[in-house]
Nanobody, 127 residues
Framework: QVQLVESGGGLVQAGGSLRLSCAALGRTSSRLAMGWFRQAPGKEREFVAAISWGGGTTYYTDSVKGRFTISRDNAKNTVYLQMSSLKPEDTAVYYC????????????????????WGQGTQVTVSS
């Protein structure tokens, strides 16, 4: 059984930074891809970033490129999302997700490709 435990959300002023963490408990795999999604009030959940577990391949949605960085610490089975230059429109509940069936080519960017989800952590950016 896999459990994803997120932490690091909070309230920050525009232009500030936050780092989210997601610990994957229970299982590891070289075919594991991890991702972050977010859901703002009244909006659908959207893809933010993804990373491969073994090779360090990353992918970002356009709106966060240059501001967010996804990384991982394999020894700790943890993936991070470093968020900088935050904007009010980044306000959302952020979810960590895991895909243990990644084929090793294009990183997964849709919700249906991920098998496990964290409980979500709130990020609020004030103007």
């Amino acid at each position: 059984q896999v459990q994803l435990v997120e932490s690091g959300g909070g309230l920050v002023q525009a232009g500030g930074s936050l780092r989210l963490s997601c610990a994957a408990l229970g299982r590891t795999s070289s075919r594991l891809a991890m991702g972050w999604f977010r859901q703002a009030p009244g909006k659908e959940r959207e893809f933010v970033a993804a990373i491969s577990w073994g090779g360090g391949t990353t992918y970002y949605t356009d709106s966060v490129k240059g501001r967010f960085t996804i990384s991982r610490d394999n020894a700790k089975n943890t993936v991070y999302l470093q968020m900088s230059s935050l904007k009010p429109e980044d306000t959302a509940v952020y979810y960590c997700a895991a895909d243990y069936s990644w084929a090793g080519r294009l990183l997964p960017i849709t919700q249906g490709e991920y098998e496990y989800w964290g409980q979500g952590t709130q990020v609020t950016v004030s103007s």
